[in-house]
T-cell receptor
C-alpha cells in the first residue's frame, strides 16, 4: 500500500534561518511526489513536483526538495525562511496505479518567528 | 485563466438533510477529483472522474455519498442523510490527463457544517 509520513506536525523557525520539513513515503511503484502549501483560508498551491527526472527539484518561492530513493524520503528545504512562509505544508505521493489519485500526509504547520 | 471553482464556499445544514456541492474544473481538464479534509488532517481521496465516468470511487465512505459529472465538465458531490461526522472541507481538483506530472489544481473548497 502507498503512504506518506510527515515526521513533524509543527515546525518553528526564526525568520532568515533554514527550513526543513521531512517526508517519507512508501510506494510499490515508482511514484510521483509533490509538496503543496495551504495558507489560511486559501486553496492548496503546488510548490514543486518530482516525476522521475532530476532528483533535486526546485520549486516556487525558493523551496526545493531532494528525492532519495534509498531513504524513501522527499524532504522540503529552504535556505532562509520568510514570514510569508508560515502555512501548512503537505507532502503528497501519487503512485502510478492508473488513477493518479493523491495520497496526502497529515501536514506540517510551519511557524516563522520574527 | 480561471482556476477550479467550487460553490458554495460554505454550507451549513441540519443532520439528516441532503446537500449538493458543485465543482467547476479548469476548462479542458478531463480528470476531476474530490477530496475531503477534516480538521487537522490532510485531504483524503473520495472519487476520481475521467471524462464522464467515475473511474475510481474507492474513497467514498458509504452509500450516502454520490458524485456525478454528466457532461464531463462540472461535477456535483451529493450527500444524503447528512451526519455530523460529514462536517469537513470538501475539495475539488482537476488535471489535464496525458501530461507527465499528474499535477492537480485545487479549488478553494466548500466548508460543510452539519449541525
Amino acid at each position: 500500500a502507498q503512504s506518506v509520513t510527515q515526521l513533524d506536525s509543527h515546525v518553528s523557525v526564526s525568520e532568515g534561518t533554514p527550513v526543513l520539513l521531512r517526508c517519507n513515503y512508501s510506494s510499490s511503484y515508482s511514484p510521483s511526489l509533490f509538496w503543496y502549501v495551504q495558507h489560511p483560508n486559501k486553496g492548496l498551491q503546488l510548490l514543486l513536483k518530482y516525476t522521475s527526472a532530476a532528483t533535486l527539484v526546485k520549486g516556487i518561492n525558493g523551496f526545493e526538495a531532494e528525492f532519495k530513493k534509498s531513504e524513501t524520503s522527499f524532504h522540503l528545504t529552504k535556505p532562509s525562511a520568510h514570514m510569508s512562509d508560515a502555512a501548512e505544508y503537505f507532502c503528497v505521493v501519487s503512485p502510478f496505479s492508473g488513477t493518479y489519485k493523491y495520497i496526502f500526509g497529515t501536514g506540517t504547520r510551519l511557524k516563522v518567528l520574527a | 485563466g480561471a482556476g477550479v471553482s467550487q460553490t458554495p464556499s460554505n454550507k451549513v445544514t441540519e443532520k439528516g438533510k441532503y446537500v449538493e456541492l458543485r465543482c467547476d474544473p479548469i476548462s479542458g481538464h478531463t480528470a476531476l477529483y474530490w477530496y475531503r479534509q477534516s480538521l487537522g488532517q490532510g485531504p483524503e481521496f473520495l472519487i476520481y472522474f475521467q471524462g464522464t465516468g467515475a473511474a475510481d470511487d474507492s474513497g467514498l465512505p458509504n452509500d450516502r455519498f454520490f458524485a456525478v459529472r454528466p457532461e464531463g465538465s462540472v461535477s456535483t458531490l451529493k450527500i444524503q442523510r447528512t451526519e455530523r461526522g460529514d462536517s469537513a472541507v470538501y475539495l475539488c481538483a482537476s488535471s489535464l490527463m496525458g501530461t507527465d506530472s499528474y499535477e492537480q489544481y485545487f479549488g478553494p473548497g466548500t466548508r460543510l457544517t452539519v449541525t
